[in-house]
């Protein structure tokens, strides 16, 4: 049986540390805590857990951070978490059957990370991270902001699931954009994958023209990997909508089949699209497209909405608007399968009855 160290940094996370620790301590064989500053009850809460807590000085540099936190490993195998991230009994179930039947040559395990829920707590965003890690390997964190372990080596792809479940949804933090604002004032080139992110920072902010300013450049660069590429098309033709350069939209958004096949959450955008210039028939296509697609093994981002209910609830929407009732309720069937507490599916549920009473 292999062995888990598990690292953490951590900040004034009084309010769920404890959660967080209480869904995988049945799991690891250490906890190692890293403390940029704490000034509330973290380091105290943290305690019951371990005693293994160091105090490591905020740098503006979350790799610094991280690769001190796991340089106080010394188990077999280290794994990350962020204090506000849930292991699901699931999961706990699932890692500890891995540890069991790991091969010790494994040297990079992923797993799916689940960062986005609807407001019923169905899972609307997932994709995968190198999450445990062989420490004899000295693999060391990247980036100061959106910080990654470049993977290599025998690497593993599970379908365990962490989940990201912050307490409060307060505004976007400043914090990422700043450390990349910095980076820029000291004259250092962001690289591809920091265009890439530096990019979503500021379309989460609605800073649109800064933020198409770094996609494009992203783009042109050709050399992002493919599933960012794809990411930036999508969100590229949102900036566009917003910022009303229309003529760019649909360019952009076919551009990503260029990289490969195509994907729900693009077909889905061509079908607003045409939804939005009331080209139902044209829009239905899209859409249909959308909900016949086989969703890729992909690590990259996947809307999972898009993958099932929003094409097919779209579907419904433009068979209304075509008066194809029939096909409608059809489409609007296959949405409730996906999410069958959807307003939006009992609001078109009763909508079409009223019709049929109507017809009768």
Not at 23 to 36: C, M, P, Q, R, Y
Not at 92 to 107: G, H, T, Y
Request: hydrophobic share 40%.
């Amino acid at each position: 049986m292999v062995t888990i160290s598990l690292c953490m940094i951590v900040k004034n996370e009084e309010e769920v540390l404890a959660r967080c620790l209480d869904s995988i301590k049945d799991a690891v064989d250490e906890i190692i805590i890293v403390d940029t500053g704490s000034t509330d009850r973290t380091k105290a809460i943290a305690r019951k857990y371990t005693e293994k807590i160091y105090d490591f000085e905020w740098i503006n540099d979350f790799s610094a951070a991280r690769n001190e936190a796991f340089s106080k490993a010394t188990k077999a195998y280290q794994l990350w978490l962020d204090a506000d991230d849930i292991v699901p009994p699931a999961s706990v179930k699932q890692l500890q059957a891995l540890k069991m039947i790991l091969n010790p040559s494994v040297d990079v395990v992923t797993m799916k990370y689940v960062t986005h829920f609807d407001d019923n707590g169905n899972p609307i965003l997932k994709f995968a991270r190198e999450r445990l890690l062989k420490r004899e390997n000295n693999f060391k964190w990247v980036d100061p902001v959106h910080e990654y372990i470049p993977m290599a080596g025998n690497i593993q792809n599970t379908e365990i699931e962490i989940h990201h479940k912050k307490i409060k949804q307060d505004e976007p933090s400043y914090r990422n954009l700043n450390i990349y604002n910095e980076l820029i004032k000291k004259g250092m080139p962001l690289t591809p994958r920091q265009q890439y992110y530096f990019g979503r920072e500021l379309k989460d902010h609605g800073q649109w023209i800064k933020a198409a300013y770094y996609f494009e450049k992203f783009l042109d660069g050709e050399k992002g990997w493919v599933e960012d590429n794809i990411s930036t098309c999508l969100s590229l033709a949102i900036c566009y909508n917003i910022m009303g350069d229309k003529d760019k939209v649909l360019p952009i958004l076919m551009r990503s089949f260029s990289y490969d096949t195509p994907r729900a959450e693009i077909c889905s955008e061509i079908g607003y699209y045409y939804k939005h210039q009331q080209n139902y028939a044209q829009a239905l296509k899209w859409f249909q497209l959308a909900t016949g697609l086989e969703r890729p093994d992909t690590n990259g981002f996947i809307l999972l909405d898009y993958w099932g209910y929003i094409p097919n609830i779209e579907c419904c929407v433009c068979c209304c608007h075509l008066k194809a009732f029939a096909l409608a309720k059809e489409y609007n069937e296959r949405a409730a399968a996906f999410k069958p507490d959807s307003v939006a599916v009992k609001t078109n549920r009763e909508y079409l009855k009223s019709l049929e009473t109507i017809v009768a």
